[in-house]
Structures are given as C-alpha cells and as structure tokens.
C-alpha cells in the first residue's frame, strides 16, 4: 500500500507592514537627523566627534543648527553667518495619493536656509547638502528608510515605508536683498507607505 503524498504547505504570506502613528512627524524626526548627521559626518557641524578633532573645511567657523523657520521679520538683527535653518512646508495634506498596488504617497517640501559668513562658504555648504539630497556623494542615497526613534538612538526602520527626495535644486535666496551669500536647498519629501482598506 502507497502512503499519500501530503499537500505541500503554502508558503507563509508576509506580514504587512505595519501602520505607523503620527507618521507625518515621524518623517519630519527621520529626515532631520539623516540630514544632521550628514553635515556632521560632511565636517560642516559639531567639530568634535568621539576623541578626535574634524577641521571645519576652509577653515570656516563650525556651522550652528536650527530646526524651524527663520525670522522674517528684519533678520539683520536676528541672524548670525554659518547657521543651517531646516524648515519643512505645510503638513502632508490628509488625503493619500493612490499609486496602484496597495502604496499610496504623502509629500512635504523641505528647505533648509545656509546662511554663512561668505557667499564661497555658502555655495559649498549648499551644494554639499544638495549632493547628500541628490545621492552623488558616496554614502548616500537619493532615499530613505522612515526610521522610528522611540528610545532608540539609531532608529528603527518601518519596514513598507520609504522616504524619496524630488526636485532638489540650490538656489541663491533672493528674497534676501541685503544677504547675496545666502543660499537655499528645496526640495519635495515624499514617504510612499502602504495603503490599509
């Protein structure tokens, strides 16, 4: 008598990705410090890291960092040079754009103001931070992982979730008459995330 062959077992369907709370936050804390670090690591902030010394290039004085807008009120006398403001835009809007296969998008702009204390400084500092958004340093991508930093110093990545850097672009801030070595990095953050029913 022959033994029946069993069934094969079905491979394990993969957990989804689980859903993330006040994920519009979540971005904004992701992007901040991957961009922080950056600079740092770049040589632009914090000079000291562990025991040793990095020299600010150029010689330049370290640069101070500052989350939120700056003043729009007569920043003459509000604005010291070298200081590197993160801003991002309205909050990604409530309703999520559909991309087809269960993924749907959210976007904000960023912008990040490098004011330094000469236009040379400025234009490097910026394209620097430009080239990190970009992806053409080595080390970097032009993308993400959302991290979550709930009591964890290094994040831990939302699996499903990816964080893109659109339409960047460097730019003298012309709204600024009086500051011509002020410069500017734009560009559009874009979490694509699963979709729930």
Same mark, same amino acid.
């Given at each position: 008598?022959?033994?029946?062959?069993? @069934?094969?077992?079905?491979?394990?369907?993969?957990?989804?990705?689980?859903?993330? !709370?006040?994920?519009?936050?979540?971005?904004?804390?992701?992007?901040?410090?991957?961009? !922080?670090?950056?600079?740092?690591?770049?040589?632009?902030?914090?000079?000291?890291?562990?025991?040793?010394?990095?020299?600010?290039?150029?010689? @330049?004085?370290?640069?101070?960092?500052?989350?939120?807008?700056?003043?729009?009120?007569?920043?003459?006398?509000?604005?010291?040079?070298?200081?590197?403001?993160?801003?991002?835009?309205?909050?990604?809007?409530?309703?999520?754009?559909?991309?087809? @296969?269960?993924?749907?998008?959210?976007?904000?702009?960023?912008?990040?103001?490098?004011?330094?204390?000469?236009?040379?400084?400025?234009?490097?500092? @910026?394209?620097?931070?430009?080239?990190?958004?970009?992806? !053409?340093?080595?080390?970097?991508?032009?993308?993400?992982?959302? !991290?979550?930093?709930?009591?964890?110093?290094?994040?831990?990545?939302?699996?499903?979730?990816?964080?893109?850097?659109?339409?960047?672009?460097?730019?003298?801030?012309?709204?600024?008459?009086?500051?011509?070595?002020?410069?500017?990095?734009?560009?559009?953050?874009?979490?694509?995330?699963?979709?729930?029913?």
């Amino acid at each position: 008598m022959t033994t029946p062959t069993p @069934a094969p077992t079905p491979a394990p369907t993969p957990d989804p990705a689980p859903y993330v !709370r006040h994920v519009s936050l979540r971005l904004q804390e992701a992007v901040t410090r991957h961009l !922080r670090k950056a600079m740092t690591e770049l040589g632009w902030l914090d000079p000291t890291v562990g025991n040793r010394t990095l020299p600010v290039p150029f010689g @330049a004085d370290p640069f101070r960092w500052q989350v939120g807008r700056l003043p729009e009120s007569d920043p003459r006398s509000t604005i010291k040079p070298n200081l590197l403001a993160l801003s991002f835009g309205e909050e990604p809007p409530e309703e999520e754009q559909e991309l087809g @296969a269960g993924l749907v998008m959210l976007q904000t702009a960023l912008q990040v103001d490098v004011v330094p204390e000469n236009e040379a400084l400025g234009v490097a500092v @910026a394209n620097d931070l430009r080239d990190v958004l970009t992806g !053409r340093l080595p080390g970097y991508r032009r993308g993400m992982d959302l !991290r979550i930093y709930d009591g964890d110093p290094d994040g831990t990545i939302a699996p499903g979730y990816w964080i893109a850097f659109e339409e960047v672009s460097r730019h003298r801030n012309d709204s600024v008459d009086f500051r011509l070595d002020w410069q500017q990095v734009t560009c559009l953050v874009e979490l694509y995330l699963p979709g729930w029913d």
